[in-house]
């Protein structure tokens, strides 16, 4: 644009976030390297809440000073350890990333067939697809690191002694029982445990293999707020299911709200009925 003429300047707002030097490395013929910005707006929702802006694909991004670049210190010669790392999520790949590229050697082992965790339901919901970029760049920034990256393998204890440190990033599980801080005198929901009940996890798994899976009917019961439970249900309601949202907060997807999320999810959960 600026070489074009068509502009004397050009003024990039989020992306410098995710990729502090996206411009000399443009420049440097380096674009593989160049960290996209997903639009996961974790910036915009953190100034919202009061919070220190950071970026969801930059975890250096406001603590420059001990994390930036230059700061990342390789291990003298002959410490070099044996690394493995248990899961291959974004926590996984970020982690394996920086210990390779310190100098350690690096294994890490994801059981499903796939490097992405989490991100890989989010992406597959109407509105994230540009969630499958953040699990491309952090897988491809692994692998140029020299990881070795063991898909559909699950670390066991045997691996985890076997090596010099280890790193556990399996992540958390859905809370099965339907517990809530809004009522603490009760332990969950009764019925928690019928069949037809599950977390929303294993319910958007199992929706994005078939969203007819999950029955004619669905109620989703969401306190998180966030982008999962809008996305099922867009899922879901767009292929003709009947789902309606309950929620203990005053109104359905206050996190959506701060991250500019919530008008784009509430047209098409009104399209889909």
Same mark, same amino acid.
């Given at each position: 644009?600026?070489?074009?003429?068509?502009?004397?300047?050009?003024?990039?707002?989020?992306?410098?976030?995710?990729?502090?030097?996206?411009?000399?490395?443009?420049?440097?013929?380096?674009?593989?390297?160049?960290?996209?910005?997903?639009?996961?707006?974790?910036?915009?929702?953190?100034?919202?809440?009061?919070?220190?802006?950071?970026?969801?694909?930059?975890?250096?991004?406001?603590?420059?000073?001990?994390?930036?670049?230059?700061?990342?210190?390789?291990?003298?010669?002959?410490?070099?350890?044996?690394?493995?790392?248990?899961?291959?999520?974004?926590?996984?790949?970020?982690?394996?990333?920086?210990?390779?590229?310190?100098?350690?050697?690096?294994?890490?082992?994801?059981?499903?067939?796939?490097?992405?965790?989490?991100?890989?339901?989010?992406?597959?919901?109407?509105?994230?697809?540009?969630?499958?970029?953040?699990?491309?760049?952090?897988?491809?920034?692994?692998?140029?690191?020299?990881?070795?990256?063991?898909?559909?393998?699950?670390?066991?204890?045997? +691996?985890?002694?076997?090596? +010099?440190?280890?790193?556990?990033?399996?992540?958390?599980?859905?809370?099965?029982?339907?517990?809530?801080?809004?009522?603490?005198?009760?332990?969950?929901?009764?019925?928690?445990?019928?069949?037809?009940?599950? +977390?929303?996890?294993?319910?958007?798994?199992?929706?994005?293999?078939?969203?007819?899976?999950?029955?004619?009917?669905?109620?989703?019961? +969401?306190?998180?707020?966030?982008?999962?439970?809008?996305?099922?249900?867009?899922?879901?309601?767009?292929?003709?299911?009947?789902?309606?949202?309950?929620?203990?907060?005053?109104?359905?997807?206050?996190?959506?709200?701060?991250?500019?999320?919530?008008?784009?999810?509430?047209?098409?959960?009104?399209?889909?009925?």
């Amino acid at each position: 644009i600026v070489g074009a003429g068509a502009a004397d300047a050009l003024a990039v707002a989020r992306a410098p976030m995710a990729a502090p030097h996206l411009v000399r490395k443009a420049r440097e013929g380096r674009a593989e390297e160049i960290v996209p910005c997903v639009g996961a707006m974790v910036c915009v929702r953190r100034l919202g809440e009061q919070n220190a802006v950071t970026c969801l694909m930059n975890p250096a991004m406001g603590r420059e000073a001990a994390w930036g670049e230059g700061r990342l210190v390789p291990v003298a010669r002959g410490a070099a350890r044996a690394a493995l790392v248990a899961g291959g999520g974004p926590a996984g790949l970020k982690a394996a990333t920086l210990a390779a590229r310190r100098g350690h050697r690096v294994v890490l082992m994801e059981r499903e067939a796939r490097t992405g965790g989490r991100l890989r339901l989010l992406a597959a919901m109407p509105l994230r697809t540009r969630w499958g970029l953040a699990i491309d760049s952090l897988d491809a920034a692994a692998r140029r690191a020299g990881v070795e990256i063991r898909e559909g393998s699950e670390a066991r204890a045997a +691996d985890i002694l076997a090596a +010099d440190k280890a790193i556990v990033a399996t992540g958390a599980a859905w809370e099965r029982t339907g517990f809530s801080a809004y009522r603490p005198e009760r332990e969950g929901i009764p019925g928690a445990e019928l069949g037809f009940v599950l +977390d929303i996890g294993a319910a958007a798994a199992r929706a994005i293999a078939d969203p007819a899976s999950l029955g004619r009917r669905v109620v989703i019961l +969401d306190e998180t707020q966030d982008a999962l439970a809008a996305g099922l249900a867009d899922l879901l309601g767009g292929a003709g299911t009947q789902v309606e949202i309950l929620t203990p907060h005053l109104f359905f997807g206050d996190a959506l709200a701060r991250s500019y999320d919530l008008s784009f999810a509430m047209q098409r959960l009104r399209a889909a009925g």
